[in-house]
């Protein structure tokens, strides 16, 4: 995968983790927060909303998964993610492979980050990755998930995309936790992320799962179809979890 450079950001490296490797964007200072971007791939509004949280005082992590830097490339990347190993779009009752990736960069992250960092970190997931925020809580040093338009498996409005194990894990660190440990955030006449499965998670995680619906039937919350009110929720609710 090539990669280049986006200003403002340090040089990507290569993270490899059990035969998985993709270039890894950072930058700024403070607790990590991995972003984990959507089918459409880092796009220009993906990396605003990463200079944004930057900005607050935080390090962005920004894995490249597929397609390219700065590219909207929606129909070449749905057939990239149907045929990579890392990504299973209709599991029901398991995760995606890549969150052990994101797992073990996570694990680097915090190391990184040192004092610094207060051996916290923050992860949000988008649209495809939406549900991966929501299994990660469970990861220690992960005190903040933003889970937004989370949309696998598709086809099962109900589902959640990950295991009866990785779900007890996550309603067992939520239950420690306590409220707001997970925020969530849709168009509320989104279809791919079903207003079903934001039900399931509240049935499941309590007060320790938030949910912000937003009117309309628009899709990329926090990037093409930005809703400033939720970034701004997101931010704060970022900022008191981890600063």
Do not use: W
Not at 83 to 110: G, Q, T, W
Not at 145 to 162: C, D, F, K, W, Y
Request: charged share 20%.
């Amino acid at each position: 995968m090539s990669t280049v450079n986006i200003p403002g950001f340090e040089a990507p490296y290569t993270f490899t983790h059990d035969g998985a490797s993709h270039p890894v964007y950072c930058r700024g200072e403070g607790p990590a927060i991995l972003v984990m971007h959507e089918l459409p791939g880092m796009t220009k509004q993906c990396i605003a909303l990463c200079n944004t949280i930057a900005d607050q005082g935080f390090r962005i992590y920004l894995p490249l998964l597929f397609g390219g830097v700065g590219k909207k490339a929606i129909l070449g990347n749905t057939l990239r993610v149907c045929v990579s190993k890392e990504f299973h779009m209709l599991a029901a009752d398991r995760s995606s492979p890549i969150v052990d990736y994101f797992r073990a960069l996570l694990v680097k992250a915090v190391e990184e980050c040192g004092a610094a960092g207060q051996g916290k970190a923050g992860v949000i997931g988008m649209c495809l990755t939406g549900n991966f925020a929501i299994t990660l809580i469970a990861e220690p040093g992960v005190n903040a998930a933003v889970a937004a338009q989370p949309s696998l498996p598709i086809r099962n409005a109900t589902a959640l995309h990950m295991s009866a194990t990785e779900l007890q894990t996550v309603k067992d660190t939520v239950k420690q936790m306590g409220k707001d440990a997970v925020i969530g955030i849709k168009y509320d006449a989104d279809p791919m992320c079903p207003n079903a499965r934001f039900e399931r998670l509240k049935a499941e995680l309590g007060d320790g799962f938030t949910p912000i619906v937003l009117p309309g039937n628009k899709h990329a919350t926090l990037t093409e179809h930005l809703d400033q009110g939720a970034l701004d929720k997101s931010l704060a609710y970022l900022r008191r979890q981890l600063l």
